[in-house]
């Protein structure tokens, strides 16, 4: 899964990037609502995670315009603010959880995966079982092999976004152009789908 998080503590944001990511999540950071709102117009996330009380603001705010662009993420809200006002404006946005400051990371663990634990990812005739971590074509499982699938899985939980080539070198052990090159076109054979190169960026599969 692919996450945005939405913290001002530089303490906290980089122990929940750190912790995150250890978990096998993919985690961009941003520390105002400025670069928060930028990150979610240039990239596709499964789940935000927002502070409420920023310097300049408030993730409640930042929902609701994210809302009115008819952006629907999943969004979990972390906050030292316990307020009823403040948890009915979060669930009017259609958030889906709360945490509560000070907290362990490991509770915010313990929620992902059960708000997450059936989520799956489809594209035409292609599921991933994101909790089995299942590839299936027309229902039928299909093994691409490991540096494939982790491209592939990249691809497809950021579907629409260009995918940079410096993180889908972190498929390989010893990454290049050329493996790369390869590793894409036989995904593409594999599983009869286009995945477009985005010269000098990355690559994207398309929304269909």
Request: aromatic share 8%; hydrophobic share 40%; charged share 25%.
């Amino acid at each position: 899964m692919k996450l945005l998080l939405l913290e001002d503590d530089h303490i906290l944001s980089e122990t929940l990037q750190l912790f995150l990511s250890r978990e096998g999540y993919s985690v961009d950071a941003a520390l105002s609502m400025a670069e928060a709102e930028e990150l979610s117009f240039k990239n596709t996330y499964d789940l935000y995670l927002f502070d409420i009380n920023l310097p300049h603001g408030s993730g409640l705010e930042l929902l609701k315009a994210l809302r009115h662009a008819e952006d629907n993420t999943p969004t979990i809200f972390i906050t030292a603010l316990t307020d009823m006002h403040s948890m009915s404006q979060g669930f009017n946005l259609r958030a889906i959880d709360y945490i509560k400051k000070p907290f362990d990371p490991q509770e915010l663990l313990i929620r992902l995966k059960a708000k997450f634990r059936n989520n799956s990812l489809s594209y035409g005739s292609i599921e991933y079982d994101q909790e089995a971590q299942v590839l299936r074509k027309d229902g039928v499982i299909i093994d691409i092999g490991n540096v494939q699938y982790e491209i592939f899985t990249k691809l497809l939980s950021q579907c629409g976004s260009v995918v940079l080539k410096d993180e889908l070198y972190e498929c390989f052990e010893n990454a290049s152009d050329t493996a790369l090159r390869v590793a894409i076109t036989k995904i593409k054979q594999r599983l009869n789908i286009e995945i477009k190169n985005i010269r000098g960026k990355g690559y994207i599969i398309e929304k269909i």
